[in-house]
């Protein structure tokens, strides 16, 4: 079964309008998130590691107003893309890490569209 | 510089032939780990197989082996007996460092295998 879960896994939006995602790890408690983002026919890009209790770290040139990490509790982290633009539209990702270096767990994703 | 090189950007295979997916990387951690991913259409990672720094063997998953030659810092994959189900994207990545720390993956840019009936 699914060891990680997003929702939503599709979102229609706005120009201007904020979106929050969800990621919840159901197998185990998780300390530490990540948050990808994929563009099409792209690779995936690390946006920000999202850490339990404190706050996320950004990777370079992604903006933390904008998108803003919330990781509340060792299942959940939620990832809110602020004012969203149409250069936001794009694959969102997450993923876990599991109890051994060799597990990296992934969220189904969620595509997100901004019109 | 790029860490993770992924030379093939597409592939055809004909069915139930074996494919090599190319795949080097770069890094001066003596401690890492290596993945491979599937992602079909749907967008899902689907995790295929792992190689640590320090395994002496190359690791298999069923149909999947990693051809681990460290000196020349390249972990290639090679499916065996393609299916048709084996077309999607294919992404190598590492993890860099040591123990049970919590780091991300750094991915290459991916080949698109197409299986040939």
């Known amino acids: 079964g699914a060891v990680v879960s997003q929702h939503p896994s599709r979102v229609i939006c706005k120009s201007g309008t904020s979106v929050k995602i969800e990621c919840r790890s159901l197998?185990?408690?998780?300390?530490?998130m990540f948050w990808y983002r994929q563009f099409p026919k792209k690779s995936l890009m690390l946006m920000a590691t999202s850490n339990e209790g404190s706050k996320a770290t950004y990777e370079q040139g992604v903006e933390k107003d904008k998108f803003l990490i919330n990781h509340a509790s060792l299942t959940l982290s939620t990832l809110t893309v602020t004012s969203a633009h149409p250069e936001d539209s794009s694959f969102y990702i997450c993923?876990?890490?599991?109890?051994?270096?060799?597990?990296?767990?992934f969220g189904p994703g969620t595509r997100l569209l901004v019109l | 510089a790029q860490k993770i090189t992924q030379t093939q950007p597409g592939m055809f295979v004909q069915e139930k032939e074996a494919v090599t997916l190319d795949c080097t990387y770069d890094t001066s951690d003596p401690s890492y780990g290596l993945f491979w991913y599937k992602q079909p259409s749907s967008g899902e990672m689907i995790f295929l197989i792992y190689q640590g720094s320090y395994d002496q063997q190359n690791a298999t998953e069923g149909r999947y082996s990693l051809n681990f030659q460290k000196a020349r810092k390249s972990a290639n994959l090679v499916i065996s007996a393609s299916q048709l189900g084996d077309s999607a994207m294919y992404f190598c990545?590492?993890?860099?460092?040591?123990?049970?720390?919590?780091?991300?993956?750094?991915f290459g840019s991916g080949t698109r295998l197409q299986v040939q009936p």
């Open positions: 990545a590492m993890r860099e460092g040591r123990g049970t720390g919590r780091r991300a993956l750094t």
């Open positions: 993923s876990v890490q599991g109890g051994g270096v060799e597990t990296q767990y």
């Open positions: 197998d185990f408690q998780a300390t530490t």
